[in-house]
């Protein structure tokens, strides 16, 4: 009897089995190392970075460029009407001649190729020689404001060009510098001793002007009157307020003051400025005052690139101390725009974040990011796998049903006996 050859439905299913158990265990390890490696990595990088201040604000050529053009635009966002920037730019300008404020002045007009429409930034562009300079964007800008305006702002402002040329470097009086006399001191040291709670922002900055912690620098001193000055301001945040606050109390514990000039002296005396001075010096935190110290530095050298008036200004768009280098940067890199931004941009514009700072990458730190690097690298591959394998198993899976829907459909036939 010839029997047919079967067909390969009736051969019998081999079961799919895989050698995958032992890659599995592996892939799971590998998995779970590299899930701890990559946060710890990215944790050690960034306590390098903090510890070894590797993330910097620093001055540089390109970077003061794109700074520049960060405030340009957001001066440029204060115009809220587009049918007429021109005229509202140059209404702006004349209102800051007004209020006799040359370096807002100045500032606004610098801004014109962003603030003004295309149209009449290209034309300024094209007046610009190669490698222009503020003094050259200032004559150009100029050609577009009304002659009326160009008077007021000739008379008003020194152009850049004509103060280059004369040798001159600063526009207006010279600075001055606010920090209070021994009557001051001795007044906020008896308001310190009367009442615990009050703020040791003004005591320190006296005490410092009148060199019982040591002699300031010149730039210290600049900083320590702008902050003064902006302190008095109602506009001055009250979280910078509150950061400033406690640097200085760490530097002049207000407690160790006052233990210090009522131990050494009775009632009314106590406030003298004979014990009190005596006091401030011998409750002094060196190591704290070495960094409010560094802090006034950060301000001074922001009224150094502006002005104290404009470094004040920039004062109330601080929220910590952090902010400090970021708008001393904005300040050496913005000039009078800084100074412009600083006067008209609300406290809510962030102009803290225009500054970006540079990474300085050391050793330990490239070590971290590389780990941190194979870690997520590793991740990756983990999952790549996993997720093959899965597709793998689904395609066997398919496989296996359509041998069983073959196999069934070979009984539904009519069977007929021998």
Known sequence: MRHAKPSRAWRPVRAHTTPRGGAGVLTALLFNVCLFLLPAATAAGLYVTARDHLYAYQYSDAGAAAVRTRIERELGELIMLDFDRQRQWEDMIGMELTASDVAAARGFLLSAREILPARDANQINRRLPPNATDADIELAALELVTPSTRTRYENTVPLLSRRAASGVATDGPGQTLMLGDQADFELLARTMLAD?????????????????????????RAGASALAIASRRRDYPSDFAESISDALAAAVPPAAFRAAALASAEGGDSGSFENASAAFSSSLNQERLAQALATLDEIGATSAATSQASAALLLTHAHSIRDLPRLRLIAQAGGDRAAAAAKRLPQDANLALVARGELDVTRELAIAIAVAGVAALGLLLCVLWVGYQAIQRLMSRLRDDAEGAELVDTFGGSFRPL
């Open 196 to 220: 615990p709670t009050t703020d040791p922002t003004h005591l320190a900055l006296t005490g410092f002007g009148l060199g019982l912690a040591g002699e300031l620098t010149p730039q210290q």
